[in-house]
Structure formats: structure tokens, C-alpha cells
């Protein structure tokens, strides 16, 4: 079906702008030449878009036989989106511009069994203090997304799988945060989220069927099939914490016990003990996650034999749960991520991929992360950008 004049003009828009966020600026010369638009099109097309608040004129070209031209970037101000990475111990919170630099940011701790005030303050107050941080109001922000452990179950509207996040499981929750906030409001899983980041900016760019198994404060999977997240009936794909595997006592009424088969044989929790029954020495002290992963990185530079026994053992257990993952999903390539795996660096990767090699059939590539400060909160703000961009760079209404 023909496009009218004004779709074509909304697609050609569209795709100068997805150029210049790719490239940086850019001159109407080489909008034409990687666009396919004649000069005079390519500059009614920038006319357009600066006369529009989309881009500005920005400095010009050099070091070039002939004139100097002039180049275009996408506006950074046009619009702001924000995100939210939420854990027992503390809201981390940021906003980004439409280009993606991260404008401001805040973090609002959150110690304790019982939150010290309501969730919807707690969230409020760190959104607060990073559109503060940036200058803005919240009136600016386009739109937030909001990444905390478990999922949302789009049926009931309560946080499932999460019962370590205190004050989160009210039925009402959602609508309090909506009446709070004047921008769109979307919940996302937060290894959900790291995939989203590592698959925009990292390690599984340009792949549509990856798993990333993500090992920090718990054990946890993201599932991205045919390019797109899958999340499940109830939001709890990927919760592989809870899978029965060999080699640990099989957990029942796993909800109650927070915990599975699989996070007892490979979760960061299970390091220290681990390393103590090797006979390791000088085991740190500390939450179980940073002394896991301090554990796994001495392993992985040292080269001691307990260290390189520590790694085996360690692989071994990643890959018996892995090889159920790739066994039913047959997926082209597995990220390891989180502070438990990425501590371990490519020694830690080749052991798990042999392994797996061993005992499953199908054979995709292991990865180690990229993207390593605060994975959640990028991939809720590449998130949030997405959305954003879609709506703001329609030029089509």
C-alpha cells in the first residue's frame, strides 16, 4: 500500500534522526548520501526537523578540501526520560537526555526490614532528586521506567517473586504510583533490563535470540526471542533461581523459601561457602554478593590451584542449570552478567562454556557483559528512550 506524502516524509524524518544519534553530527551532505535523498530533500528535511525542536544547527565541518559545512545534531533538550533501579538497600535513579546522556542522578538508601517511609514517597523523592540533579522539573520527564527484582504480574497488578523488597506488595501500588506521577509509568523486571541494555549497547547488539543469566544479589535469567523480551504468563520467565537441578536438595514451596535448586547451587551466596570448604584462606567479610564476587576475582587472577579449582567447581554448577536453559531454548548466544560472573572475566567464561559443551546439545556462544555500571538503571533508561523516541520523533501528526 502507497505511503501519502506526509508518512514518507515522516519515515525519512524518522530515519535522519535515527542517523543522527547513531553518527553524532552530521552534514546535509552525508544525511543525503546515507539517507538516499537528494540535497534539496535532505535540506527540507532539516529545515523541518530544526524549525520543529528536533535538531539545531551545531558548528561545522573541517579539515576538508572546500567550504566548511554545516552540521546538525539531534536536540538535546527536545526530551527527558528516566529510570529507576530499585533493591532492598537503596533507589537509584537517573534522567537522561533524548540523545541518551544521562543528565542527572540521585540515590535515596533504603536500609532495613521495613521501608522508613511509603513506597510511592521513596520513588517520588528519588525522581526528585535526579531531575534536581539535572536541572529540570518533573513536568520535563517524558516518561519513567522502573526496574526492581520479580515482575509485575499483569493479571493481579502485585510484584510477584520479590518477597526481599519490602513495601512493594500492596494491590493498590501501581495506581498510587500512577496518580503520583504526571508521565508514564512502565515496570520491568530488573535483569529484564540489563538484557535491554546489553542488547542496545553491549555484548548481544545486534542479536535477536539470546539468554543472559544474571548472578548478583540473586540467580536470575533474561529471555530475549526473536528480538523481544519474554516475560511470561505471570511476568516470571527467566526466574531460574527457582529450577530443580543436580547437585543441590530439591526445594519445595520455593515462594516461601525465596529461594531454588539452582540459587543454592550457583547464587552468589553459595561462593564463600564454597571457597571455605576448599580450604581457601582470607575469605572477606561483607555482603554476600561483593565477597562472591571478590572471591571469583582473585580466583580468575591469581592462578592459584585453589583458585583454579574454585573456577571449575563454580562453572560446573553455572553450567548445570544453563544447560537446561539452552536445551529448551536453543538460543544463539548466552551474556553473563552481574558482579558473580563478569568477576571472573573471559577465564571464568571459557571453563562455563566448555562445560556446557559437555552437557547439552546445543551449543550457543558465552559472553561476558559489557555494560558494567549499573546495568538495571541504563537498560531502564534505554528503555524509557525507546518509547520516548517513538513518540517525539513522530513527525507524522
Same mark, same amino acid.
Given at each position: 500500500?502507497?505511503?501519502?506524502p506526509?508518512?514518507?516524509?515522516?519515515?525519512?524524518?524518522?530515519?535522519?534522526?535515527?542517523?543522527?544519534?547513531?553518527?553524532?553530527?552530521?552534514?546535509?551532505?552525508?544525511?543525503?548520501?546515507?539517507?538516499?535523498?537528494?540535497?534539496?530533500?535532505?535540506?527540507?528535511?532539516?529545515?523541518?526537523?530544526?524549525?520543529?525542536?528536533?535538531?539545531?544547527?551545531?558548528?561545522?565541518? %573541517?579539515?576538508?578540501?572546500?567550504?566548511?559545512?554545516?552540521?546538525?545534531?539531534?536536540?538535546?533538550?527536545?526530551?527527558?526520560?528516566?529510570?529507576?533501579d530499585?533493591?532492598?538497600?537503596?533507589?537509584?535513579?537517573?534522567?537522561?537526555?533524548?540523545?541518551?546522556?544521562?543528565?542527572?542522578s540521585f540515590?535515596?538508601?533504603?536500609?532495613?526490614?521495613?521501608?522508613?517511609?511509603?513506597?510511592?514517597?521513596?520513588?517520588?523523592d528519588?525522581?526528585?532528586?535526579?531531575?534536581?540533579?539535572?536541572?529540570?522539573a518533573?513536568?520535563?520527564?517524558?516518561?519513567?521506567?522502573?526496574?526492581?527484582?520479580?515482575?509485575?504480574?499483569?493479571?493481579?497488578g502485585?510484584?510477584?517473586?520479590?518477597?526481599?523488597?519490602?513495601?512493594?506488595?500492596?494491590?493498590?501500588?501501581?495506581? %498510587?504510583?500512577?496518580?503520583?506521577?504526571?508521565?508514564?509509568?512502565?515496570?520491568?523486571?530488573?535483569?529484564?533490563?540489563?538484557?535491554?541494555?546489553?542488547?542496545?549497547?553491549?555484548?548481544?547488539?545486534?542479536? %535477536?535470540?539470546?539468554?543472559?543469566?544474571?548472578?548478583?544479589?540473586?540467580?536470575?535469567?533474561?529471555?530475549?526471542?526473536?528480538?523481544?523480551?519474554?516475560?511470561?504468563?505471570?511476568?516470571?520467565?527467566?526466574?531460574?533461581?527457582?529450577?530443580?537441578?543436580?547437585?543441590?536438595?530439591?526445594v519445595?514451596?520455593?515462594?516461601?523459601?525465596?529461594?531454588?535448586? &539452582?540459587?543454592?547451587?550457583?547464587?552468589?551466596?553459595?561462593?564463600?561457602?564454597?571457597?571455605? #570448604?576448599?580450604?581457601?584462606?582470607?575469605?572477606?567479610?561483607?555482603? &554476600?554478593?561483593?565477597?562472591?564476587?571478590?572471591?571469583? %576475582?582473585?580466583?580468575?587472577?591469581?592462578?592459584?590451584?585453589?583458585?583454579?579449582?574454585?573456577?571449575?567447581?563454580?562453572?560446573?554448577?553455572?553450567?548445570?542449570?544453563?544447560?537446561?536453559?539452552?536445551?529448551?531454548?536453543?538460543?544463539?548466544?548466552?551474556?553473563?552478567?552481574?558482579?558473580?560472573?563478569?568477576?571472573?572475566?573471559?577465564?571464568?567464561?571459557?571453563?562455563?562454556?566448555a #562445560?556446557? #559443551?559437555?552437557?547439552?546439545?546445543?551449543?550457543?556462544?558465552?559472553?561476558?557483559?559489557?555494560?558494567?555500571?549499573?546495568?538495571v538503571?541504563?537498560?531502564?533508561?534505554?528503555?524509557?528512550?525507546?518509547?520516548?523516541?517513538?513518540?517525539?520523533?513522530?513527525?507524522?501528526?
Amino acid at each position: 500500500m502507497a505511503g501519502t506524502p506526509r508518512t514518507l516524509r515522516a519515515m525519512n524524518d524518522r530515519a535522519a534522526l535515527d542517523l543522527l544519534l547513531e553518527h553524532g553530527p552530521l552534514s546535509r551532505t552525508r544525511i543525503g548520501k546515507l539517507t538516499g535523498l537528494s540535497k534539496p530533500t535532505a535540506s527540507q528535511l532539516l529545515a523541518r526537523l530544526e524549525a520543529s525542536g528536533l535538531v539545531l544547527a551545531t558548528g561545522t565541518s %573541517e579539515g576538508r578540501p572546500g567550504p566548511n559545512a554545516q552540521l546538525y545534531e539531534v536536540d538535546p533538550s527536545a526530551a527527558y526520560a528516566a529510570g529507576l533501579d530499585v533493591t532492598p538497600e537503596r533507589v537509584l535513579a537517573a534522567v537522561a537526555d533524548i540523545t541518551g546522556r544521562t543528565v542527572g542522578s540521585f540515590e535515596l538508601p533504603t536500609p532495613g526490614r521495613r521501608p522508613a517511609q511509603p513506597v510511592v514517597r521513596q520513588v517520588t523523592d528519588a525522581l526528585d532528586g535526579a531531575v534536581k540533579a539535572a536541572g529540570l522539573a518533573r513536568a520535563d520527564v517524558h516518561r519513567l521506567v522502573i526496574g526492581t527484582p520479580g515482575a509485575f504480574d499483569p493479571g493481579t497488578g502485585r510484584l510477584r517473586y520479590a518477597s526481599h523488597l519490602p513495601g512493594w506488595h500492596t494491590p493498590t501500588l501501581l495506581d %498510587e504510583l500512577a496518580a503520583a506521577l504526571p508521565m508514564p509509568v512502565e515496570y520491568e523486571n530488573d535483569v529484564n533490563l540489563v538484557a535491554v541494555a546489553e542488547q542496545r549497547l553491549g555484548a548481544a547488539r545486534g542479536h %535477536e535470540d539470546f539468554v543472559l543469566l544474571w548472578n548478583e544479589g540473586g540467580l536470575g535469567a533474561a529471555l530475549v526471542l526473536g528480538g523481544r523480551l519474554h516475560r511470561g504468563w505471570t511476568g516470571g520467565a527467566g526466574e531460574v533461581g527457582f529450577l530443580p537441578v543436580p547437585g543441590a536438595p530439591l526445594v519445595r514451596q520455593v515462594t516461601k523459601a525465596n529461594s531454588g535448586g &539452582y540459587q543454592e547451587l550457583a547464587g552468589s551466596q553459595a561462593i564463600p561457602g564454597l571457597a571455605r #570448604e576448599l580450604g581457601m584462606a582470607d575469605i572477606p567479610s561483607g555482603p &554476600y554478593a561483593e565477597v562472591a564476587a571478590a572471591l571469583v %576475582e582473585r580466583a580468575a587472577t591469581e592462578d592459584t590451584v585453589l583458585g583454579r579449582l574454585l573456577l571449575e567447581t563454580y562453572a560446573t554448577r553455572l553450567a548445570t542449570g544453563l544447560a537446561s536453559l539452552v536445551s529448551v531454548l536453543d538460543p544463539e548466544l548466552v551474556v553473563l552478567s552481574g558482579a558473580s560472573l563478569t568477576a571472573g572475566g573471559d577465564t571464568l567464561r571459557a571453563l562455563v562454556q566448555a #562445560e556446557l #559443551e559437555e552437557l547439552a546439545a546445543s551449543r550457543p556462544r558465552l559472553v561476558v557483559g559489557a555494560v558494567h555500571e549499573h546495568p538495571v538503571l541504563r537498560g531502564a533508561l534505554e528503555s524509557a528512550l525507546a518509547a520516548t523516541r517513538d513518540e517525539v520523533f513522530d513527525t507524522s501528526r
